[in-house]
Nanobody, 123 residues
Framework: QVQLAESGGGLVQAGGSLMLSCAAS????????MAWFRQAPGKEREFVAG????????GYLDSVKGRFTIFRYDANKTVHLQMTSLKPVDTAVYYC????????????????WGQGTQVTVSS
């Protein structure tokens, strides 16, 4: 099993920045891909950004490209999501997810999930 612990959510004004962090523990040797998803009220959970350890691939949702950056620390399975130029439409609960295997944007291909952290962007 792998456990994921998220931190860093909060309330910020439009145009501001936040950084989310996710630390994996447990059987982390089995993890190759980690990602951030988000879910706004009444909407489906969507992929935001992801990365892999083998191949060091990263990918982003089109609407966050140039504003969000995902980066990882190799020493332990930790990823951060730096979010800048935040907009009210970015308001959602953000979830960290992890799994083995290659890069994926598909929610169903992630076996492990964090509890989620609320990000609220006021206009």
């Amino acid at each position: 099993q792998v456990q994921l612990a998220e931190s860093g959510g909060g309330l910020v004004q439009a145009g501001g920045s936040l950084m989310l962090s996710c630390a994996a523990s447990g059987r982390t040797f089995s993890v190759n891909r980690m990602a951030w998803f988000r879910q706004a009220p009444g909407k489906e959970r969507e992929f935001v950004a992801g990365c892999t350890w083998i191949g060091t691939y990263t990918g982003y949702l089109d609407s966050v490209k140039g504003r969000f950056t995902i980066f990882r620390y190799d020493a332990n399975k930790t990823v951060h999501l730096q979010m800048t130029s935040l907009k009210p439409v970015d308001t959602a609960v953000y979830y960290c997810a992890a799994a083995g295997g290659p890069f994926s944007r598909l929610r169903e291909q992630y076996a492990y999930w964090g509890q989620g952290t609320q990000v609220t962007v006021s206009s």
